[in-house]
């Protein structure tokens, strides 16, 4: 069970503090543009890779491995993150997900799903 469908206002509410975060207001826009409701966690991080890398290295992306991602786009291969487990465990911040992501879930954003990615 998810805050999102136990306690909707709650959701809609804390939805509303987030929005307050100029990242987060970017991270909406994303969801926004789906023609579903929700989606999982790759499929975010593969959308924020393709269409918006500045929203992936700030927020999602460890410090000690934003020169190692911003190379990846440089050579043209960012879609290594997305495709390639391991990659993606490398260049995604620990904190993304096992916290951010379990926040994105109760607010009713993110597929609840068993498997990581």
Do not use: W
Request: glycine share 0%.
């Amino acid at each position: 069970m998810s805050l999102a469908t136990e306690y909707p206002e709650l959701a809609i509410t804390l939805k509303m503090l987030y929005n307050k975060n100029e990242l987060f207001m970017e991270l909406m826009k994303v969801f926004e543009k789906q023609k579903r409701k929700e989606m999982s966690f790759k499929e975010l991080v593969e959308d924020i890779v393709k269409n918006n890398p500045n929203l992936f290295i700030n927020p999602f992306c460890p410090k000690n491995k934003k020169e190692e991602v911003l190379r990846m786009y440089q050579e043209r291969e960012e879609k290594r993150i997305y495709e390639e487990e391991k990659v993606l465990r490398e260049t995604i911040a620990y904190s993304t997900v096992f916290t951010f992501k379990r926040h994105l879930i109760h607010l009713g954003i993110l597929l609840v799903n068993k498997k990581l990615f």
